[in-house]
């Protein structure tokens, strides 16, 4: 395990001062180097809110901590479980079945390897998908990606549940929608190629919940080896640590911890951007584990607040390119790739394996990686 610190981008930079300004194509080159060096970095953003965060947890837990019987009414298996709730021993792993990821745990040094997901049962975590999305001006074909929310039909949490999702969604979404828009520029784009590929994609405020009473063991796996299936991850401050990475350039594992001050979020990189960019970045690996620090903040929290829930929720959200976005790699982007495949630069501590990026609808992908994760038939 290494204590590397992760790049730290200044959005408000971009924000405030001229678009062409020295000092913002500096910090879009940052934040475009740091995806394809690390695939993560960590985004300052003055207009985030830690109460906004406060807020949006404990919303969270209290509708987790509800019986299972009445989670049940807000499930849709026959979506995918695209919105609405996912409940606990549902979702696998990709890397517990996926021979290319498997191959990447073996490469790594033993002492940086996640927890063994081989024989994995599903992760024993929950979740929501809340849409943060705009609706296409066609007809989509893939409308289960694309499904109406889900509002729970407790009435003390329904009163909370849409603004308060609402409002931290969006800060999130700006967020990661700048820093697209920066990363776009920093690798030699327009500034618009990322988020105009991405204006109806299916984006999701999708917090996870770990119940740590049934699930508190030390080296309890939340949510096991894996990359996520779209463009980028943006996650916001936990109230319980174990989120582990894995940086592309030293192979290590690295614990993530935020700055003190709440204005901090964690981006990285998934499987739409590897995609579209032809392997130049690379979807960040990383895991959900109970480790030592996890177990000292249950400890506090339950001397601090005993009434309280002792759920962990990741303040996650997934940004998506449009479900009918034809995904091909940008041919000047994977020209890059291919050069540092053939400098044999070493850039990729995790294993640079030749990689196909076929043409396809981004629906489609997303469909496949599914499957791959017991969602979708």
Known sequence: MTDTVLPIIDLDVFLTQPRHSPAVLNECKKAADALITYGALLLRDSRVSEEDNVEFLDLMEDYFAQPETLLKHDEHPELGYQVGVTLENTEKPKCAVDEPCLRVIERLEPSERPLDITGHSPDPKCRFFWRMSEKPPYETQFPGLNAPNVVPEDQ????????????????????????????????????????????????????????????????????????????????????????????????????????????????????????????????????????????????????????????????????????????????ALQERAESIRAAASGLDRLGEEETAYPAMKVGQQVQNELKYIALMA
């Open 156 to 331: 003390a949490i329904k009163r909370r549940w849409t603004p308060t999702m609402d409002k931290w969604g969006t800060s999130m979404k700006n967020a990661v929608e700048n820093l697209a828009e920066m990363a776009a520029i920093g690798l030699g784009l327009p500034g618009e190629t990322f988020t105009d590929a991405g204006q109806y994609g299916p984006h999701l405020l999708a917090p996870t919940a770990s119940d740590l009473v049934k699930y508190g063991k030390k080296n309890t796996i939340l949510a096991g080896f894996h990359t996520d299936l779209n463009f980028l991850t943006i996650h916001g401050r936990s109230r319980y640590p174990g989120l582990n990475i894995w940086a592309r350039n030293t192979g290590k594992r690295i614990p993530v911890n935020f700055p003190a001050s709440g204005r901090y979020l964690l981006v990285q990189a998934g499987k739409q951007l590897e995609h579209l960019s032809g392997g130049l970045i690379k979807a960040g690996y990383h895991e959900v584990v109970v480790n030592d620090a996890t177990l000292e903040a249950v400890e506090r929290r339950k001397t601090q607040f005993p009434s309280r829930p002792l759920i962990r929720i990741s303040s996650t959200f997934f940004w998506h390119l449009s479900s009918d976005y034809d995904l091909n790699p940008i041919p």
